[in-house]
T-cell receptor
Framework: AQTVTQSQPEMSVQEAETVTLSCTYDTSESDYYLFWYKQPPSRQMILVIRQEAYKQQNATENRFSVNFQKAAKSFSLKISDSQLGDAAMYFCAYRSARKSGGGADGLTFGKGTHLIIQP | NAGVMQNPRHLVRRRGQEARLRCSPMKGHSHVYWYRQLPEEGLKFMVYLQKENIIDESGMPKERFSAEFPKEGPSILRIQQVVRGDSAAYFC???????????FGDGTRLSIL
């Protein structure tokens, strides 16, 4: 079974600074997807960024970028120019690319990192 | 441009009652996923459905929990004879195809008295 580990329960950053959230995962598969989701106090789950494992190029979405290290099974999220609206829980998630039941189609989530933005 | 719609937003039940949680996927999405989030935890996959079919229920408790996604109408997650441990936030997600990103609803917070 796949596991996702987020080792930072909480991170704090000054507004306008850059912060990196770490995520590692364990899998025996070679083809999969990785995601970062944001959950603000409203509890809505918002997709921030997605990475396909077969792509070497790191995904970017405006101020959000990832550092995907497949060999190390690491998938960190970098937030540049942090804004107050970035304050939320951030969840790293894994999804297998195969379709064979056993939870393959569901996302496996880490426990989350609570990001605090200091004004 | 409706996203994934879940209702009710909050549901309170007494022990032994039944809870029904509804999820209407985004327009054009035929794949529905249910997740449970316990306090201070990430979401845990429960079940994956397509119209009229359960594709993967490997994350569903064996007893008291069931899910359906009928040809017409929303997907329903049903919990019979609820217990205190069922208190959680239940999220529904949908996707157009199984290999495309899942978009989440706002969740239903279930509280058991």
């Amino acid at each position: 079974a796949q596991t996702v580990t987020q080792s930072q329960p909480e991170m704090s950053v000054q507004e306008a600074e850059t912060v990196t959230l770490s995520c590692t995962y364990d899998t025996s598969e070679s083809d999969y997807y990785l995601f970062w989701y944001k959950q603000p106090p409203s509890r809505q789950m918002i997709l921030v960024i997605r990475q396909e494992a077969y792509k070497q190029q790191n995904a970017t979405e405006n101020r959000f970028s990832v550092n995907f290290q497949k060999a190390a099974k690491s998938f960190s999220l970098k937030i540049s120019d942090s804004q107050l609206g970035d304050a939320a829980m951030y969840f790293c998630a894994y999804r297998s690319a195969r379709k064979s039941g056993g939870g393959a189609d569901g996302l496996t989530f880490g426990k989350g990192t609570h990001l605090i933005i200091q004004p | 441009n409706a996203g994934v719609m879940q209702n009710p937003r909050h549901l309170v039940r007494r022990r032994g009652q039944e809870a029904r949680l509804r999820c209407s996927p985004m327009k054009g999405h035929s794949h529905v996923y249910w997740y449970r989030q316990l306090p201070e935890e990430g979401l845990k996959f429960m079940v994956y459905l397509q119209k009229e079919n359960i594709i993967d229920e490997s994350g569903m408790p064996k007893e008291r929990f069931s899910a359906e996604f009928p040809k017409e109408g929303p997907s329903i997650l049903r919990i019979q004879q609820v217990v205190r441990g069922d208190s959680a936030a239940y999220f529904c997600a949908s996707s157009r195809l199984s290999n495309q990103p899942q978009h989440f609803g706002d969740g239903t917070r279930l509280s058991i008295l």
